[in-house]
């Protein structure tokens, strides 16, 4: 059981190169998720999507665009990179447990993104 | 979402006890509080998570009061292996159809010295 899958791991893009980054998981999640993390920072929420089919804006979704293609994958595209996108990049996955509520969400190893 | 106020950092020893207090004063009433563990260069780890009074698992407690205005992880007898920011959400719906987002705030770094 892999759970959130991330690629790559590592990427160096130059300024205004475009690239995806692509996320799977295989825990039949509903929910998935997008953050970046610069160094000695925490999270920031990217995008969403609480449901296949339904994308939503985050904190800093300017930059970039994502697609939920189907319940196991969630990708996010960099149209246009700049130095400022460098950053740690996590995918997450969360559902609903247990009968009261509250949800765990599950990450991925993250993919470091260089734009020089 | 509530807005969380966690310390930014706590040093501590191996073998103590570490509390981290997180401050949450417009929780809502279906809220749940949950907290995280991120070692460096990995994604954030699910810890332990309650709704109020106390909860324990094999990792941590966390300590809930009456007024679920604060919460408070606490780690027994830590290791060299808990050093690591520690994030506290409040927030997550009950309510599937509103999806869960995630937000953090900065987190906590604790340092465990030998």
Redesign the interface.
């Known amino acids: 059981n892999a759970g959130?899958t991330q690629t790559p791991k590592f990427q160096v893009l130059k300024t205004g190169q475009s690239m995806t980054l692509q996320c799977a998981q295989d825990m039949n999640h509903?929910?998935m998720?997008w953050?970046r993390q610069d160094p000695g920072?925490?999270?920031?929420?990217i995008y969403?999507s609480?449901?296949e089919g339904?994308t939503?804006k985050?904190?800093v979704p300017n930059g970039y665009n994502v697609s939920r293609l189907n319940k196991r994958e969630f990708s996010l595209r960099l149209e246009s990179a700049a130095p400022s996108q460098t950053s740690v990049y996590?995918c997450?996955s969360?559902?609903?447990w247990g009968s009261?509520?509250?949800?765990?969400?599950?990450?991925?190893?993250?993919t470091r993104l260089t734009v020089v | 979402l509530a807005k969380t106020t966690q310390p930014i950092s706590m040093d501590s020893y191996e073998g103590q006890e570490v509390n981290i207090t997180c401050s949450h004063n417009n929780i809502a009433t279906n809220d749940y509080i949950t907290w995280y563990q991120q070692f460096p260069s990995q994604g954030p780890r699910f810890i332990i998570q309650g709704y109020k009074t106390k909860v324990t698992n094999e990792v941590a407690s966390l300590f809930i009061p009456a007024d679920r205005k604060s919460s408070t992880l606490s780690l027994p007898r830590v290791s060299l292996s808990d050093t690591a920011v520690y994030y506290c959400l409040v927030g997550l719906s009950m309510i599937k159809a509103a999806g869960n987002k995630l937000t953090f705030g900065g987190g906590t770094r604790v340092l465990v010295k030998p």
């Open positions: 959130v509903n929910s998720y953050y920072m925490g999270l920031r929420l969403y609480a449901s339904t939503d985050g904190e996590f997450a969360s559902e609903i009261g509520g509250g949800t765990e969400a599950f990450f991925g190893q993250g």
